[in-house]
């Protein structure tokens, strides 16, 4: 069954770091775009990420200089490590995939499967 499974995330102080997994089951990895994103409380969801077959990566705004993403396709992986984290950072971070180029656009229609989320919490 296909499968995108999130991990790595957790409880960090403000300035900390963490890097979040991607792991694809079920499908080639080589021949997808990645997209991350994260969903506060109350929040529509946002992209933060995206990496393309070809490496390509783009940011959001907010998180340039701090993420980074990148992959790992003999692993059937794909990491955001995430540095210098604010409390604004504190979310659900999804991954997904799409078979085209990449966007940080989170419309659900754009992306043909979705991670389960990993809970990111940036806190002292």
């Known amino acids: 069954q296909l499968q995108l499974v999130e991990s790595g995330g957790g409880l960090v102080q403000p300035g900390g770091s963490l890097r979040l997994s991607c792991a694809a089951s079920?499908?080639?990895?080589?021949?997808?775009?990645i997209g991350w994103f994260h969903q506060a409380p109350g929040k529509e969801r946002e992209g933060v990420s995206c990496i393309s077959t070809g490496g390509i990566t783009n940011y959001a705004d907010s998180v340039k200089g701090r993420f980074t993403i990148s992959r790992d396709n003999a692993k059937s992986t794909v990491y955001l490590q995430v540095n210098s984290l604010k409390p604004e950072d504190t979310a659900v971070y999804y991954c997904?995939?799409?078979?085209?180029?990449?966007?940080?656009?989170?419309?659900?229609?754009?992306?043909?499967?979705w991670g389960q989320g990993t809970q990111v919490t940036v806190s002292s």
């Open positions: 079920e499908f080639i990895l080589d021949y997808y775009a």
């Open positions: 997904a995939r799409r078979r085209s180029y990449c966007t940080l656009a989170a419309d659900t229609e754009l992306w043909d499967s």
